[in-house]
T-cell receptor
Framework: AQSVTQLDSQVPVFEEAPVELRCNYS??????LFWYVQYPNQGLQLLLK??????LVESINGFEAEFNKSQTSFHLRKPSVHISDTAEYFC?????????????FGQGTTLQVKP | DAGVTQSPTHLIKTRGQQVTLRCSPK?????VSWYQQALGQGPQFIFQ?????ERQRGNFPDRFSGHQFPNYSSELNVNALLLGDSALYLC????WGQGSYQPQHFGDGTRLSIL
C-alpha cells in the first residue's frame, strides 16, 4: 500500500520570501511523484512531476522539487513567492508499474502568501 | 483543445436521494477516473473506466457506481446519499496504456452538498 504525508497543513509566508512545502511518502514499490495545485473553486493542475532521471525537477513558474529516495521525500520549494501563489498544494504518488495511473494524494498544504 | 469538462458545477440533494454526475474527457483521452475530495482533504480515488468497463476501484461502497459511454464520456452515480457524501467530485482523464508515466488531467469538479 502507498501513502502520502504532507507535514504542514498551512504555511503562511510573506511575499518574496522563500517557501518549502514538505511531502513524505511510503511505498513498497517504485513510484512516480507529482505536485498538483488547486486554486479556489477549481480543479487540480499539474505543477511538476518526477518520473526518472535528475532528482531535481522544475516547473515553468519557478517551483522546484527534489526527489530523495533514501528519505522518501519530495519537498516543493520556491525561492521567492508571489501573492498569486496562494493556493492549496497536493503531493501525490502513482505506482510505477500500474497500468491505470491511479493517484494517491496527501492531505494538502494551504500556502498563504501575505503582502 | 477542450479540457476535461464536468457537469453540473454545483448540486444540492437531500439524504436518501440519488445523484448522477457527468464528465467529458480531454480530447484524445480514452480513460476516465473519478475522485472524491472532502472539505479540507486530499482527493480519494473512487474508480476508473476504460473501454466501458470498471478497471480499478478504490475503497468506496457499492452505492457508488459508474458508467462509460462509447464516446469515452462517463457518469458517476451515487445512491442513498449520506451527509458524508458531501464533497467535490473530480473527474480526471488520461490515455490508457501510458500507465503512471503521464499525468492525469482534471476537470474543475462538481460540488455536491447533501442536506
Amino acid at each position: 500500500a502507498q501513502s502520502v504525508t504532507q507535514l504542514d497543513s498551512q504555511v503562511p509566508v510573506f511575499e518574496e520570501a522563500p517557501v518549502e512545502l514538505r511531502c513524505n511518502y511510503s511505498s513498497s514499490v517504485s513510484v512516480y511523484l507529482f505536485w498538483y495545485v488547486q486554486y479556489p473553486n477549481q480543479g487540480l493542475q499539474l505543477l511538476l512531476k518526477y518520473l526518472s532521471g535528475s532528482t531535481l525537477v522544475e516547473s515553468i513558474n519557478g517551483f522546484e522539487a527534489e526527489f530523495n529516495k533514501s528519505q522518501t521525500s519530495f519537498h516543493l520549494r520556491k525561492p521567492s513567492v508571489h501573492i498569486s501563489d496562494t493556493a492549496e498544494y497536493f503531493c501525490a504518488v502513482s505506482d510505477y508499474s500500474s497500468n491505470t495511473g491511479k493517484l494517491i494524494f496527501g492531505q494538502g498544504t494551504t500556502l498563504q502568501v501575505k503582502p | 483543445d477542450a479540457g476535461v469538462t464536468q457537469s453540473p458545477t454545483h448540486l444540492i440533494k437531500t439524504r436518501g436521494q440519488q445523484v448522477t454526475l457527468r464528465c467529458s474527457p480531454k480530447s484524445g483521452h480514452d480513460t476516465v477516473s473519478w475522485y472524491q475530495q472532502a472539505l479540507g482533504q486530499g482527493p480519494q480515488f473512487i474508480f476508473q473506466y476504460y473501454e466501458e468497463e470498471e478497471r480499478q476501484r478504490g475503497n468506496f461502497p457499492d452505492r457508488f457506481s459508474g458508467h462509460q459511454f462509447p464516446n469515452y464520456s462517463s457518469e458517476l452515480n451515487v445512491n442513498a446519499l449520506l451527509l458524508g457524501d458531501s464533497a467535490l467530485y473530480l473527474c480526471a482523464s488520461s490515455l490508457w496504456g501510458q500507465g503512471s508515466y503521464q499525468p492525469q488531467h482534471f476537470g474543475d469538479g462538481t460540488r455536491l452538498s447533501i442536506l
